[in-house]
């Protein structure tokens, strides 16, 4: 089969298409003919080499995957040959930019009929990620109020859905006119261009002076300071991205009892997965939740996929097509 490999870490050029040996599923293992491959930003820390994750080499990347099951091992029960599924991770010493990988089944999750397979590429760390940070480490309630920072991309785009479907008052950022369109089309109740010079100060009036509950912070070492003067009382601020250090006036939490509270989706329980799947697999067969694949390329463009996601102007998800 054809496959992704990375044999040094470095720059997106590494990114190699070659013909490697088909895998085989272990016993308690799926086996998937793939049809789409999410690109994540970590994807592109993991192949600089720079990130606290390091594969052993060779490797090939990619984890949110969606294709059609073409064998399962003698273990495996509740999952058949020919059924659609999308997976949150693959197995380890697999990789999902290929043309079959094989999972563990418990990260394989049915595909409603009325999603495609990009859009199946695009749920994995995406939504798990705004789950468990809106949920798990936030805590939120229906009827407050959240600011998605960075509301355009393909993490940004699910906490929009998820916060407008769980009933918060959703506030969302992007930099481009073509995101904030995109960004009020997903259910922005307002959205605001973070490019913009003092864009925060009218968030207040948006809140009636309140503040929000509520920020799931993209790239808190830009925001995370003035996010703490748009806080309401007892706010939660989740740092969901950050990509360089930030100085805070930490006394901007204290007369508001407001926390900061870090999150990685990779410290995310067996439990919390299961959990966190069952909820948005509700949404993704109710319709509440229906992910936005902005751009697709080619297998063998990966090196151009992983250029593209960390450049401005996001729009949705971008994925790979084997
Ligand atoms: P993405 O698709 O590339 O989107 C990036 C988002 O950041 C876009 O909405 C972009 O908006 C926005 N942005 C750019 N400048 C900004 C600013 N000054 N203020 C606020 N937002 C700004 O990436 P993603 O997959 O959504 O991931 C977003 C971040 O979360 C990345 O840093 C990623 O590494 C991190 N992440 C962390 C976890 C975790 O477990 N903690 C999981 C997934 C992702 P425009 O392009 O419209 O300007």
Redesign the pocket.
């Known amino acids: 089969m054809k496959a992704i490999v990375v044999r040094e870490f470095g720059s997106p050029e590494v990114l190699k298409l070659e013909d490697v040996p088909d895998p085989s599923p272990g016993p308690r293992q799926v086996l998937v003919r793939v049809k789409a491959v999410g690109v ?3 994807d592109t820390y993991i192949r600089s080499g720079m990130y606290a994750r390091k594969p052993t080499l060779p490797y090939t990347p990619g984890t949110d995957i969606a294709g059609v099951v073409e064998r399962v091992g003698p273990e495996v029960a509740g999952i058949g040959t020919g059924d659609r599924v999308y997976a949150h991770g693959v197995a380890a010493g697999h990789g999902g930019s290929a043309e079959l990988t094989v999972c563990e089944q418990p990260q394989v999750h049915a595909l409603p009929p009325r999603l495609s397979f990009p859009q199946g590429a695009a749920i994995g ?2 939504y798990g ?1 705004a789950w468990r940070a809106l949920f798990m480490r936030a805590h939120a309630r229906p009827g407050e109020a959240v600011l998605v ?8 785009v699910a906490c929009i859905q998820i916060a407008r479907a769980h009933g918060l008052r959703v506030i969302a ?4 006119d073509q ?1 904030l369109a995109l960004v009020r089309e997903q259910g922005a109740h307002d959205v605001l261009n ?1 490019r913009q010079a003092g864009y925060l100060d009218q968030l207040l009036p948006m809140t009636a002076g309140q503040g929000v509950d509520v920020v799931l912070e ?2 808190a070492n ?2 995370l300071d003035r996010d703490l003067d748009v806080i309401a009382p007892r706010a939660r601020v989740v740092v ?2 950050s ?1 360089g250090r930030v100085e805070i006036d930490a006394r901007k939490t204290m007369g508001k009892d407001g926390a900061i509270l870090g ?4 410290n995310a329980s067996a439990e919390e997965l299961h959990e966190i799947h069952a909820g948005i697999g509700a949404g993704l067969e109710n319709g509440t939740l229906a992910p936005v694949v902005g751009r697709e390329f080619p297998l063998a463009e990966a090196a151009r996929a992983h250029a593209a ?1 960390m450049e ?3 729009f949705g998800k971008i994925v790979l097509i084997p």
């Open positions: 994540n930003p970590v760390v995406p990620t920072h960075g509301g355009s991309g393909g993490v940004g950022t992007a930099g481009t995101g973070h993209m790239l830009v925001n969901i991205g990509r999150m990685t989706l990779f996601v401005p102007g996001a």
